[in-house]
């Protein structure tokens, strides 16, 4: 198994099939991307020596989450924490009865993001969220300011919808797979095809881990701290408001 | 077989089902990590019937290989080779032990017996073997010489059995031609003569 | 008829070798250079071989080569079904694809990891009758049965005929095979009971203690194959041809076989042991394979499972009008046998009625090859049968023991080709089983409560046609006087290669010790004889043996009356010498006669054209023998009539409705099979045959996994074969002993319907304590009976009797 | 490679330590590697299958320390590898934990029980036919079950407690032992613990790859039975195809404290219905207080099935178990 990618296994007959995801890579992807917030930490830290003066969250404050999006958000954050946990329980080791909770909560998280999906079609600007060929040019230019969510954001939210998305459908066909209280399991899959799915569900569950460590780890910055203030209480300042974005393209009304 | 089922499993066609990676648990799969030192030493001398035999045996060798290819006592056969069937039985300290289910490693410090340890030195049958004639046990005669080995260890340790403890201690002896009885009749008859 | 030996227990002469361990079976042999053959078989339940790549195999220490169906078949595989010696087409999990020659078997086994073989994948089947519906896959690639000397065929039913039939309704679909006799119609109009009901039985594999192991080496242009078959000389001839071997060059070496009962009496059922024949050819080194259980189990043979439907109808008085049958057969992965015609006949035979019909058809599934094992088809049916049997008395108020004598086999009755018996005494075997067993007053017990188990006694029946002739016989008298019998017989664990040479010691009066059996190796010149199976042994060969020694004696008388004046008619023999019978003080020893005979040469020594009719093989042992002694030859004529072996037995179990296990109390069989030859040989038989009978009415089986062909049975385990502790202790037995007027000393055979009274005794016993429950079906197994009483659900299935799913 | 048919024990290293620090520090350096041996009934299959490859082999059989039947303080303590036969013929179990006694006597054959171990018997690897032919379930780290499926043949398979894998707990003793309320001794280069014999077995669903909450590096070294069971009423019966070399298509161990006539205190066991000795709580409450009679058995048996998920074949493990139950409460 050393240094593999993919596991294979035998198959009733025992020609050779995909198994699934080699899960030593759980290892290189938890350590690459460490390393990676670690350096980001550092050179924050060194540039942090230019002082530039933190926008207060005093005085006059807009929305930005209606409260329906920011239940959605803890919901969802909540469910793929369980995934991941109970996911690489029998993977680690721990000895828990994993299953039940696993498919429970990835039901929810369907729901939920079929609720959001929907939801952003008819009732969101879905445009704020659009990634254009212009939001490319932000990071290296401090004149230019984003709308209602900037660039990496933007990158955040197309990332983890991508890799959401791919864990969810793998996830609901090898849910199909097992019995649950609503249908005994069929054994009709070809196994070559579940071990790819397996293995798809490994690839991106490695995936939503490195995105879920990364989006925590902003989410936890002192400069972005009142971006994540604002998903628990809906509201930022207009101080901050006006540091961090353009209210030409983004005027949010004024919170009560 | 459901049809529909199987067809999808075959729609495949033409598959190579070479180039296996691992055997069938990669769970168990020997990674070449180093051995710690101490691991048995090949040679060894064995105590079989009453002879002392030096031997070069393999770590994972079973003492039925040992006997039947290494020191040529094939009257131990090997019905399954998986301690199902009690053609291979011989004696391991008396106690009757399938030789196909036990590592001669294991018993290299014990006494062992097989069948052709038991006729007497001038070459008289042993008392079962010569009831298991006079009964007409053995039929194709592949499982006798396990029975005779039971059979020999049980009158070691219960001279005057009961026929129910005879028909217990040979429970472990297959016989496909059926001749249960024919031997439980040579054990009591054994008892008597022996 | 007072006999010296006919009748009378002995000490074979290979006995002691079993006791000791000394006599050898093919893997106890060894020989300079001689290295291990393991095989690689087959993963998949139908497939084509593409490719083999053996390089890195052949790249390793201590490997010596491979042996694939290409070098054994260089012109391409043999068309048909039938075991192959290695093939390139598997039809089931676990046939031979190629054999890998190296120093030890473990390094064998090394090598086959290192091997690839590229399959294509060929749709399979494990139910008949999937394959019997419409579309439905094949289990050989010129479809799904092979009718005998035509070839591949395909047989397909509508939907409605498939459904029909699994419903257990009267089929429609046209048979493969349909016999009958008399007027159905109104055999059926005539009866005061019938009975309808679908049926199935298991089919599980022989399971022979010995593996067919096999070793072989060549030797100056010979071929030595030591093998494991319950034949000898007609496995040699036929092992010769299959090796490839003029049967001259070719020697068969098979002191002892570890049980063969079936499935190791043909050399079509045997082709593996040509393996390392063709190995040591091809390699130059003696090559010793041994066979693993597993391996054992996919190409050792197993019994056909039947599904079936069976409608009887019974008079008033008793007697059995009518019998209409039809029987869905499971053929295997390699063509399989005429089992479900025999289940027919053995109905018409035990139970005689007026007007019979009999459908078969007989379906290829990708399983375990099948083929004749002890009693096939009449020992199934016979369980099916005895609880009908034991219905009709109930519904007819007749006793249980009554209508099997209304109905029972006597001397003259037919078969179902209306071959008369040559001799049966059914009713008599039924009295002195009663007697024995005590049989009224037991029945006074039938279904008798205590606490939660329940008293059943079972009758049953055996049958099964036990006799041949028409083959050849030698013996020779040597010049000190010694009879040496030539028996052509293998040595399957029966002891008829001894037995019926003791035919010819009674015909010259010798004392046994004074003769020698010559046995065990084809070049000991042995003369041909019918292979080892459908219990002929006993009744063919007394019947040549007993000829070559009146041929002998013949010629004795001939040689005193040449010498000491007279004719023969003076002249008799007694304690080893020809005397005239007017002065014994006239007259020669044999040890003088032989010498005698020897000088004459000519017919006397077999230096003489030998009689008509006799084989080649016979022919050519007789001219390697010329010249060495007296010598009686013999072609024995063909008999008349059917030689049916008879059996009885009954069964008292004790039947725990609580855990659906039953204990059996006690039992006795009888068996009808003419005069006795060898008493403990016979008990030997009656009580073999009793283990095999419990096993084929409890719990042996021999299972496929429906959604991807796996064998689920691979070992003793697996396949549930009886254990001591399984069968009762101390089983009656017992015999009629009244003479075949077909054998000269009145011996019919008997090993196979040993079993079938039995299954059919013991299914009987568990139904009467059921209150004449019907299952329809063997084995009854303790979750059929634990569902039956607990009445659980529709979906609760019973493990599949075989790969029919009902 | 192709998935022939082995037989032939491939190469492997074997270790014979005689001294329990050498046998837990060679257990802890080969770790998964490493294969615990002793009495080997439940190994050289798996080994000449090819279907498991350890890289050496560890035998524990020469370690006295592990050996014997001792009486302690509160009952008595039992070394894990003493062999089946011991146990079924000492005079201390007999009289007074015959129950286990005569759960060991129940296994297998007597050549088998011969070199048996108690902690072998409770440490085997399951029956599922599946699982043992070497095909790479989920039991074998593969990701999906052959035995529960539409056409599965799995009369032998679990009515409970089934988490993807349907396979069931083969022991005889493991009844006897949870119903005795034991404990088991484990032991590794970093200690020792104890574990409630209930405890010990585990199910798919908090790990399918094992049967018991042994880790790599630890050995199950001894078997406790407490004072407090001595010489209860017991109950063992075990039904199986065949009466020997077979395996409980259910078995049942029952315990049971009776004075005056009523149950004060039951513990009631059936193996082969679960992956794990599966504890009839609901039949051991309601026996409480009651006589061991007819009308009580009557009373409690269908306790013993609820919640039972038959399969397709093993339907009749459910009537069954109700009839062993009543058998073990009429006494």
């Known amino acids: 198994m050393d240094g593999e990618i993919v596991r294979y296994k035998r198959d009733v007959w025992g020609e050779e099939v995909i198994l699934g995801v080699s899960w030593d890579l759980l290892w290189v992807v938890a350590t690459a991307i460490l390393i990676l917030l670690a350096a980001h930490a550092i050179i924050m830290a060194v540039l942090a020596n230019r002082k530039m003066d933190k926008p ?85 230019d401090s004149a ?25 459908v793998t996830g609901v066909v090898l849910f199909l797979q097992i019995d649950t209280p609503f249908w005994d399991r069929t054994n009709s899959m070809p196994e070559d095809q579940l071990g790819l799915m397996f293995l798809l569900h490994g690839l991106s569950t490695l995936a939503l881990i490195a995105l879920t460590v990364t989006h925590i780890y902003f989410a936890l910055r002192p400069e972005k701290l009142f971006y994540t203030r604002s998903m628990i209480t809906g509201w930022i300042s207009e101080d901050e408001m006006a540091a961090n974005h353009d209210t030409s393209k983004w005027s949010p009304k004024e919170a009560e | 077989m459901n049809p529909k089922l199987t067809r999808r499993r075959f729609i495949k066609g033409v598959i190579a089902s070479g180039v296996a990676a691992s055997s069938a648990s990669l769970w168990y799969a020997a990674t ?102 006079d009964e007409l046990g053995p039929q194709c005669g592949y499982c006798t010489p396990g029975q005779v080995m039971s059979a020999v260890g049980l009158l070691r340790s219960n001279p005057n059995p009961t026929r129910d403890q005879a028909r217990q201690a040979l429970a472990g002896n297959l016989c496909r031609c059926g001749s249960y009885d024919s031997y439980i009749n040579g054990v009591m008859r054994a008892a008597q003569i022996g | 008829m007072a006999y010296m030996h006919i009748g009378k227990d002995f000490v074979p002469q290979d006995a002691p070798g079993k006791v000791t361990g000394r006599i050898k079976y093919a893997e106890d042999y060894a020989r300079d250079g001689m290295v291990y053959a393991r095989l690689l078989s087959s993963p998949i339940p139908h497939a084509r071989v593409l490719d ?61 990891e290192r091997i690839s073989v590229t399959f294509e994948r060929l749709p399979f089947v494990l139910d008949p009758l999937d394959s019997l519906q419409e579309g439905g896959p094949d289990a050989y690639t010129g479809g799904n049965t092979y009718i005998f000397r035509q070839g591949f065929a395909q047989v397909k039913w509508t939907a409605d005929q498939v459904a029909g039939f699994r419903s257990g309704t009267e089929p429609s679909a046209e048979a493969q095979q349909d016999v009958s006799f008399g007027d159905l119609g109104q055999a059926f109009s005539e009866s005061a009971f019938v009975y309808e009901s679908p049926f199935s039985t298991a089919g599980y594999p022989h399971m022979s203690m010995e593996p067919r192991s096999a070793f072989a080496y060549w030797e100056n242009g010979k071929c030595f194959l030591h093998g494991s078959s319950q034949s000898m000389t007609p496995v040699a001839e036929g092992m010769a041809a299959i090796v490839g071997c003029p049967v001259e060059d070719f020697v068969f070496i098979n002191e002892a076989t570890g049980g063969g009962f079936g499935q190791k009496a043909r050399p079509n059922s045997i082709p593996s042991m040509a393996i390392p024949a063709k190995f040591s050819q091809k390699i130059n080194r003696p090559v010793m394979m ?104 109930e519904e007819l108020g007749i006793d249980r023991l009554e209508i099997r004598k209304i109905n029972a086999h006597e001397t003259g009755d037919g078969n179902a080709r209306q071959a008369p018996a040559t001799s049966a005494y059914m ?129 004795m008388k001939e040689i005193a009356a040449m010498d000491l004046g007279g004719s023969v008619e003076d002249y008799d023999i007694a304690d080893e010498r020809v005397y005239q019978t007017a002065d014994d003080s006239v007259g020669m020893t044999f040890a003088q006669v032989a010498q005698r005979g020897i000088e004459l040469g000519g017919k006397y020594s077999g230096q003489a054209e030998v009689p008509e009719g006799i084989s080649d093989f016979t022919r050519l042992s007789v001219e390697r023998l010329a010249g060495s002694a007296l010598m009686g030859i013999y072609n024995d004529p063909r008999h008349e009539g059917n030689v049916p072996g008879l059996t009885v037995s009954m069964i008292e179990i004790e039947l725990d409705t609580e855990t659906g296990k039953y204990e059996i109390l006690d039992m006795c069989s009888i068996a009808d099979c003419g005069t006795v030859v060898h008493p403990q040989g016979l008990a030997n038989q009656l009580r073999g045959g009793a283990v095999w009978g419990i096993g084929l009415a409890g719990y042996e089986r021999h299972l496929y996994d429906p959604q991807n062909g796996l064998p689920a049975s691979t070992g003793y385990w697996q396949s549930k074969i009886p254990t001591l502790l399984d069968v009762p202790d101390n089983m009656g037995t017992g015999w009629v002993d009244l003479p075949d007027p077909e054998n000269p000393v009145g011996a019919r055979g008997i090993g196979e319907p040993a079993m079938g009274s039995v299954s059919a005794a013991l299914v009987s016993a568990i139904s009467d304590a059921l209150d004449g429950h019907f299952f329809g079906a063997a084995p009854i197994t303790a979750d059929m009976i634990i569902n039956h009483l607990a009445g659980t659900s529709e979906n609760a299935k019973a493990l599949a009797q075989n790969n029919f799913r009902g | 490679m192709v998935a022939t048919s082995h037989d032939v024990m491939p190469d492997i290293e074997l270790y014979q330590p005689t001294d329990e620090a050498n046998a837990l520090a060679l257990a802890r350096e080969l770790g998964t590697n490493g294969w615990l041996l002793s009495g080997g009934q439940d190994t050289y299959g798996w080994l000449k299958d090819r279907a498991k490859r350890p890289g050496a082999m560890i035998e524990l059989t020469r370690i ?170 017991y109950y063992f019966e075990k039904v199986a195809d065949r009466n020997v070399w077979d395996f409980a298509l259910v078995n049942i161990a029952a315990a049971m404290k009776v004075s005056g006539g009523a149950i004060e205190e039951a513990r009631m066991v059936c193996g082969a219905v679960e992956c794990v000795p599966r504890r009839l709580r609901s039949v051991e409450s309601a026996v409480r207080g009651m006589p061991r009679s007819e009308q009580t058995a009557e009373q409690v048996a269908a306790l013993a099935t609820e919640g039972a998920r038959p399969l397709n074949y093993n339907h009749f493990k459910v009537p069954l178990m109700q009839n062993l139950v009543k058998r073990a409460v009429r006494g």
Not at chain 3, 311 to 334: C, E, H, P, W
Not at chain 4, 68 to 97: H, K, Q
Not at chain 4, 200 to 226: K, N, S, Y
């Open chain 1, 56 to 140: 207060s969250s005093e005085g006059r404050r807009v929305n930005r989450h209606h409260v329906v999006d920011r239940a959605f958000h803890w919901i969802m954050a909540v469910s793929v924490l369980v995934l991941i946990i109970t996911g690489t329980a029998p993977i680690l080791g721990w000895r828990i009865a994993w299953l039940n909770i696993h498919w429970i909560a990835g039901l929810v998280l369907t729901f939920v993001v079929i609720f959001h999906i929907i939801r952003a079609f008819f009732w969101q600007d879905f445009k704020s969220m659009l990634l254009g060929p212009r939001d490319f040019g932000e990071p290296f």
């Open chain 1, 144 to 168: 230019k300011k984003p709308g209602k969510y900037s660039f990496e954001q933007k990158g955040m939210h197309w990332a983890m919808t991508v890799v959401v998305l791919a864990v969810i």
């Open chain 3, 52 to 112: 083999i790549d053996a390089s890195e195999a052949m790249a390793m220490d201590g490997v010596f080569g491979i042996l694939t169906a290409d070098d054994v078949y260089p012109d391409g595989e043999p068309d048909g079904t039938g075991l192959k010696v290695l093939t390139n087409e598997p039809t089931l999990i676990g046939e031979p694809i190629l054999a890998v020659a190296a120093v030890d078997e473990k390094t064998a086994e090394d090598a086959l």
């Open chain 3, 427 to 555: 009713p008599e075997a039924l009295e002195q089983a009663s007697a024995l067993f005590n049989l009224p007053e037991r029945l006074g017990r039938s279904r008798a409560r205590s606490g939660s188990k329940i008293t059943g006694i079972g009758i049953g029946q055996g049958y099964h046609d036990a006799g041949r002739s028409g083959m050849d016989g030698i013996v020779r008298l040597m010049p000190d006087g010694r009879l040496q019998i030539h028996s052509g017989v293998g040595n399957l664990g029966t002891y008829s290669y001894a037995a019926t040479s003791r035919a010819a010691a009674e015909v010259l009066k010798m004392p046994w010790e004074r003769c020698d059996v010559i046995h065990g190796r084809s070049d000991r010149h042995l003369p041909m004889t019918s292979p080892q199976d459908g219990s002929n042994s006993i009744f063919t060969n007394t019947r040549t043996n007993f000829g070559a020694a009146m041929d002998l004696l013949d010629k």
């Open chain 3, 290 to 393: 041994r066979i693993s259980r597993e391996e054992e189990t996919f190409i050792g043979g197993a019994r056909q499972g039947f599904q079936g439907w069976i409608k009887v109808g019974f008079r008033q008085d008793g007697t059995m009008a009518a019998l209409d049958m039809y029987i869905v057969s499971d053929n295997g992965g390699k063509g399989g046998g005429g089992d479900a015609y025999s289940a027919a006949d053995a109905i018409v035979v035990l139970y005689q009625p007026s007007a019979m019909r009999f459908r078969g058809t007989a379906v290829g599934t990708n399983t375990g090859h099948r083929g004749a094992q002890r009693g096939p088809g009449q020992n199934q049916i016979a369980a099916i049968i005895a609880p009908l049997i034991d219905k009709a008395a």
């Open chain 2, 32 to 133: 070449g990590q180093s051995r710690p030192s101490g691991a048995v030493e090949r040679m060894v001398r064995l105590d079989v019937n009453g002879q002392m035999r030096p031997v070069d045996v393999a770590p994972q060798e079973t003492l039925a290989s040992t006997l039947r290819y290494k020191l040529g006592l094939t009257g131990t056969k090997l019905g399954c080779n998986r301690g199902e069937c009690g053609a291979c039985t011989v004696l391991v300290d008396d106690v009757p032990t399938y030789g196909c289910s036990v590592l001669t490693h294991s018993v290299k410090d014990q006494r062992i017996e097989t069948v052709e340890g038991m006729e007497s030195a001038n070459g008289q049958l042993h008392p079962v073997q010569q009831a298991f004639i």
């Open chain 4, 64 to 233: 006295d320390a592990w050996k014997g039947i001792r009486e302690t303080a509160d009952g008595i303590e039992i070394g894990a590898v003493t062999t089946l036969t011991e146990i079924a013929e000492n005079p201390l179990l007999l009289s007074r934990y015959g129950l286990l006694a005569e759960a060991a006597g129940k296994v297998a054959s007597p050549q088998i029980r011969n070199v048996g171990t108690l902690g072998g018997n409770l440490c085997q690897d399951t029956r599922c036919w599946y699982y043992r032919r070497g095909l790479d379930c989920y039991r074998a780290g593969g990701n999906l079950c052959y035995a529960d499926s539409p056409e599965a043949l799995n009369r032998e398979h679990a009515l409970f407690g089934a988490s993807r894998c349907v396979a069931v707990s083969p022991s005889d003793t493991a009844p006897a032992l949870v119903a005795l309320d034991a404990t088991m001794v484990i032991s590794s280069a970093s200690g020792q613990r104890t574990v409630d014999a209930e405890d010990f077995f585990i199910g798919p669903a908090q790990d399918i790859l094992h049967m018991t909450v042994l880790r790599p590096g630890e050995i199950l070294t001894a078997v406790r039975i407490p004072a407090a069971w001595a010489n209860a009423e």
